[in-house]
């Protein structure tokens, strides 16, 4: 699919997210256990950027920028992951637009970045797919982007966030994939714990016996 078609339909895509949800940063779940992939673990993360096409209006980005910036979020992430078998994730950088400043709100351009990804199996020397996987993602919604984040941020930091960001959106792929690829089986997985027992109210203290003042007297014995 060319890439202005891509970006035209992603672009509508988003806008229309934004409008429901906001979306949290790609690197702000790294401390949170991540979610299971079976026996996958990271070997290489291999970047290609030199084919990457520029979607005016946007900034320029530097020669080898996003290969840095996307294979250092691929090994933050994916390092987390310490399964028994190595798999390479191959990203080859198709197009790009970073935001530049424009009127807030009604013309400021948004940022983004699409890929095409390959997951390869080490042991097998091939990949686990016939065809790339072409991913788009943007930058995270939010205060500093709402106004177009050309106005807010330089180009390294539009870099960095969509790279954070495209890490994510491959790690949910893999994720969609996992039974199939990297040998998951939900049944092996450890059941949730079990949320915390609620205490039972304590039962209420029986009323207080009458006063011995207030008994009535007891009947006198009658004579047989």
């Known amino acids: ?26 690197a702000a779940d790294l401390n949170d256990p991540p ?10 993360a291999i970047v290609v950027d030199k084919n990457a096409k520029m979607v005016p209006p946007s900034r320029e980005a530097e020669p080898g920028e996003w290969e840095a910036a996307l294979k250092k979020a691929l090994e933050d992430r994916f390092a987390r992951y310490e399964g028994d078998q190595l798999y390479h994730i191959a990203v080859n950088v198709d197009g790009y637009a970073l935001a530049v400043p424009g009127v807030p709100v009604v013309l400021s351009p948004k940022s983004i970045l699409i890929v095409s990804a390959n997951v390869w199996d080490d042991a097998a020397g091939k990949k686990l797919h016939e065809e790339a996987e072409q991913l788009s993602v943007f930058e995270e919604f939010s205060g500093d982007t709402v106004v177009g984040s050309g106005l807010t941020r330089t180009r390294e930091e539009q870099i960095q966030s969509l790279a954070e960001n495209m890490a994510k959106r491959i790690e949910r792929w893999l994720v969609s994939n996992r039974e199939e690829w990297f ?34 007297s007891p009947a006198a014995p009658t004579d047989a």
């Open 35 to 44: 979610e299971p992939l079976g026996d996958f673990r990271l070997g290489y």
């Open 183 to 216: 040998a998951y089986d939900p049944a092996t997985q450890p059941a949730p714990e079990p949320a915390p027992a609620t205490e039972p109210a304590p039962e209420e203290a029986p009323e207080p016996a009458e006063a011995a003042g207030d008994q009535p």
């Open 1 to 26: 699919m060319p890439i202005s078609r891509t970006f035209t339909r992603a672009a509508a895509l988003c806008a229309g997210l934004a409008l429901l949800a906001g979306c949290a940063p790609g």
